[in-house]
């Protein structure tokens, strides 16, 4: 008998969201997007069958909306079928996005799945021949504003073999994403799991690589342009005082957000060169069709051609290009933070206030007074900062950024 389980765990597939802040006029792109959130789950019933996993785990935000489209559900209730038939059992939670208050018209789901109550914490005994027993504790959210810490409510049962919490919560405090059934990783660790299979943050993480092993699988497909790298779900394997989780790829089509320094190049073909290597570096770094947003920064002699009429021409050319590789780059949008080149010899002799800006600074560098002038400068800044932690400040530097900050304020635009 073996004494460990194999399972998948995922979480936030968000079935029958819309795909938001994205304009593809290109059908290539907007089929893929379609087709994405569904695709995320067959390959996630696909490595189940493929890995003969004791059961699938779902913690939370199976579908977007607490009514979630007949369409959704039906994609939801075909694939749980799929594990049926494979003889898979899936125990899934409910989150804030689908919570037990919601309509749901999937009463039909076929009996491997079972929906963790929202009332009380549930313990189900999974057991199957020849392997070990394994208790797996979950709980649904209710509705969809849950504000206390449902970690606490979770207790090891003495007669587990090995254990296993299925959450949907904010672990953390974190940042950008609703305070939901909040927890700190000590209260996880206090309820004597093994593992934590955790939903709500879309970004892949393992939170803890010890026991108990906490992860947060993300979002299987990414669905906005935040959702940027790779997305996926867990292969578990725990065993009692144990768990390694392998992270497995399921998205089908990535989001990436790349900055481009254009402060070296000088004419239009310098500027597609730039675009195209960025664009194949992306490829490069994904087995699957990117979504790319381009921000262009640095200062840069190119700045008049990009802009308006000949940027988009520009981004239009090259994504015509970029679409017809393998696998494909989508240009959702190229934002321009780059700022005019400056030729400080003509600055330097400018007869006006900027012209005094620019001697000051290079005559203080000249006289080897750049260090004494910042230190005295920041003085009351720096008196505050315990001396562990003083900044090693280079400033000659620091000196030649805050002069061309106050040259950006004073020479508007620069063209
Ligand atoms: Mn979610």
Redesign the pocket.
């Known amino acids: 008998m073996s004494d460990s389980v194999r399972f998948v765990h995922a ?2 597939l ?1 079935l029958g969201a819309p795909f938001k802040r994205v304009q593809a006029a290109d059908s290539r792109v907007s089929d893929a997007l379609l087709v994405a959130g569904t695709l995320a789950l067959g390959r996630i019933v696909d490595l189940c069958i493929d890995r003969d996993v004791d059961f699938l785990l779902l913690a ?2 199976v579908f977007d909306s607490a009514t979630p489209h007949p369409s959704a559900q039906h994609a939801f209730r075909r694939a749980m079928e799929e594990l049926n038939t494979a003889g898979i059992p899936v125990y899934m939670t409910r ?3 689908d919570p037990g208050d919601g309509r749901y018209d999937w009463i039909d789901l076929p009996d491997n799945v079972r929906v963790f109550s929202s009332a009380q914490v549930e313990r189900v005994l999974h057991e199957r021949e020849g392997r070990a027993s394994c208790a797996i504790h979950g709980w649904s959210f209710p509705s969809r504003e849950v504000l206390d810490n449902v970690a606490k409510r979770f207790r090891r049962d003495p007669g587990d073999q090995i254990a296993i919490g299925v959450l ?1 919560a904010n672990v953390g405090d974190r940042e950008g994403w609703d305070p939901y059934a909040p927890c700190s990783v000590v209260d996880l660790r206090d309820a004597g799991m093994d593992y934590w299979a955790l ?2 943050i ?1 970004l892949p993480e393992v939170v803890s690589a010890e026991t108990p092993v906490v992860v947060y699988p993300g ?1 299987p497909q990414g669905l906005d342009p935040g959702e940027s790298g790779e997305h996926g779900c867990f292969l578990v394997e725990a065993g009692p005082g144990n768990a390694t989780a392998e992270f497995v790829p399921t998205a089908s089509v990535r989001w990436e957000t790349v900055e481009v320094d254009m402060s070296d190049v000088f004419d239009a073909q310098g500027v597609r060169r730039r675009i195209m290597s960025s664009c194949q570096e992306i490829r490069e770094g994904s087995a699957c069709p990117v979504i790319l947003r381009i921000e262009l920064a640095g200062r840069t002699a190119a700045r008049r051609l990009l802009t308006g009429a000949d940027l988009t021409a520009l981004v239009e050319d090259v994504t015509a290009e970029q679409m017809e590789r393998s696998p494909w780059v989508w240009i959702d949008r190229v934002t321009n933070h780059t700022r005019p080149a400056m030729d400080v010899g003509a600055l330097l002799s400018d007869p006006g206030f900027v012209g005094d800006l620019m001697r000051d600074v290079q005559e203080m560098i000249d006289a080897g007074q750049a260090a004494s002038f910042v230190q005295e400068a920041l003085e009351s800044y720096l008196s505050k900062v315990p001396t562990e932690a003083q900044p090693d400040i280079d400033a000659e530097s620091l000196l030649i950024a805050a002069r061309d900050a106050a040259l950006d304020l004073l020479v508007q635009g620069g063209e």
């Open positions: 979480a936030d968000h939370g935000d989150g804030n996005h949907h939903g709500h879309h979002s």
